[in-house]
């Protein structure tokens, strides 16, 4: 059993507490980013910084040219970012067909390159109404492809799959992170925008653990 591990790290909350949590449990992390065209491309260069700092291991794997087949969300070329609460029918705007399973198919090719036994990735609980790649059925699927796809078999992991944001983030202030080294906004302006749903769970979360976000938003917000 290897003690190694890939974690997609997009730069936001989740995956920024993924990240931590592995380190933590004495494992070693191989980080990995993609650009499939995203508006919110900035959380790349919070991914990059974070990872430079702590030393580990980070690729950036462009994967725009994919926009020709995975083209319509909100999150790329799909018209403008949806507002309000993820369980809100207008947030389904924001899937990108196939993502996740396409993100994990080369996520276990290049854990296979570096021996790892494991992908993470930071599906969550609040996921589950939009997003049908963050469910539980999906990650079992996949997990058990990826186990047999190759010579070396990989685990698909989501370890926080039955949590939610509040939850998420609890449990990385317990390990002293600081969420300003994060981003979370879909739109890519300078200041979150404070409406998206991305954004608006971000803030519920910080609410539920009775704490501020770090991150400067738009004025109002």
């Not at 995203?38 to 030393?55: I, Y």
């Not at 947030?91 to 993470?120: C, D, E, H, Q, S």
């Not at 039955?162 to 002293?176: C, Q, T, V």
């Amino acid at each position: 059993m290897t003690d190694t591990v890939v974690v997609i790290y997009s730069g936001g909350m989740d995956s920024f507490t993924l990240l931590h949590r592995a380190r933590a449990q004495g494992l070693r992390v191989h980080a990995l980013s993609f650009n499939y065209g995203q508006r919110h491309v900035r959380e790349l260069d919070v991914a990059r910084s974070v990872c430079a700092a702590l030393d580990i291991p980070h690729k950036v794997i462009d994967i725009r040219a994919m926009s020709e087949v995975m083209s319509g969300s909100a999150l790329t070329t799909g018209g403008d970012i949806p507002e309000g609460h993820y369980e809100e029918e207008n947030m389904k705007a924001t899937v990108v067909p196939n993502r996740n399973m396409i993100l994990l198919a080369l996520a276990t090719g290049y854990a296979v390159t570096v021996g790892a036994g494991a992908v993470w990735y930071g599906a969550h609980g609040g996921d589950h109404a939009i997003y049908p790649d963050c469910r539980p059925e999906f990650v079992e699927k996949m997990d058990a492809v990826c186990r047999v796809a190759n010579y070396e078999p990989v685990g698909i992991e989501a370890p926080f799959m039955h949590m939610n944001k509040g939850e998420i983030l609890a449990e990385g202030l317990k390990l002293g992170l600081d969420y300003a080294d994060t981003w979370t906004c879909y739109n890519g302006r300078e200041k979150a925008c404070g409406l998206c749903g991305s954004c608006v769970e971000r803030l519920e979360a910080f609410a539920e653990n009775g704490l501020a976000d770090p991150l400067a938003y738009e004025a109002g917000r």
